[in-house]
């Protein structure tokens, strides 16, 4: 079945980076869009980038535009989501998902989460 | 871009039907028929619950269903049930620079 297993919980000091990982099974990458998703305590949902079918392809938010950096391995079919210069605020969960097949521009399927604190 | 409009809260009894709306601008949830609707328990990623408008991925209820009339779109539950108590977000796809609008969330109490 479908699963998306991301990396354990960081914690950062400000101006640090953090790189995530999110390792797919059940289908295949290069079939999807993927995408990240990133919520803050307490907050709504906010959609962070995305990632083409082809692995090259990217999409961010222009919050994050020049900070973020998303890449994909397929040899372990996995995705990764690299944010530098931390910033207070950037202390979320991040979520990575999947995207039906078509496209069809949703989230259909969903890690577990990772939660990155940032903190001096 | 500004997140989609929904309200904070809902409630209802067990067996009511609810509805949460969704308003967003022509350029998210009027410009494109790809909205969506989560459902998030607490401490637990969410889920897609509709996807392009109406349509119920396999395996979610039937009680679950959604329309969209101009700028706004709406779930509805019926039949609510304890399960049902969560968190629902809509999404919307919004072109080629936001890519994707979300709203800030309706806490649903049964």
């Known amino acids: 079945q479908v699963q998306l297993v991301q990396s354990g919980a960081e914690l950062k000091k400000p101006g640090a980076s953090v790189k995530v990982s999110c390792k797919a099974s059940?289908?295949?990458?290069?079939?999807?869009?993927m995408h990240w998703v990133r919520q803050a305590p307490g907050e709504g949902l906010e959609w962070v980038a995305t990632l083409n079918p082809n692995g090259e392809d990217t999409a961010y938010t222009p919050r994050l535009q020049g900070r973020l950096s998303v890449t994909r391995d397929t040899s372990t079919s996995s995705v990764y989501m690299e944010l530098t210069g931390l910033r207070l605020d950037d202390t979320a969960m991040y979520f990575c998902?999947?995207?039906?097949?078509?496209?069809?521009?949703?989230?259909?399927?969903w890690g577990q989460g990772t939660l990155v604190t940032v903190s001096s | 871009q500004s997140a989609l409009t929904q309200p904070a809260s809902v409630s209802g009894s067990p067996g009511q039907s609810i509805t949460i709306s969704c308003t967003g601008t022509n350029f998210d949830v009027g410009g494109y028929n790809r909205v969506s609707w989560y459902q998030q328990h607490p401490g637990e990623a969410p889920k897609l619950i509709i996807y392009?408008?109406?349509n119920r991925p396999f395996g979610i209820s039937s009680r679950f269903s959604a329309s969209k009339s101009g700028n706004t779109a709406s779930l509805t539950i019926s039949g609510l049930q304890p399960e049902d108590e969560a968190d629902y977000y809509c999404s919307s796809y919004a072109g080629v620079v936001i890519h994707y609008v979300f709203g800030l969330g309706t806490r649903v109490t049964v």
């Open positions: 998902a999947r995207e039906m097949e078509g496209p069809k521009q949703n989230f259909d399927s």
């Open positions: 392009e408008v109406s």
């Open positions: 059940g289908f295949a990458l290069k079939n999807h869009f």
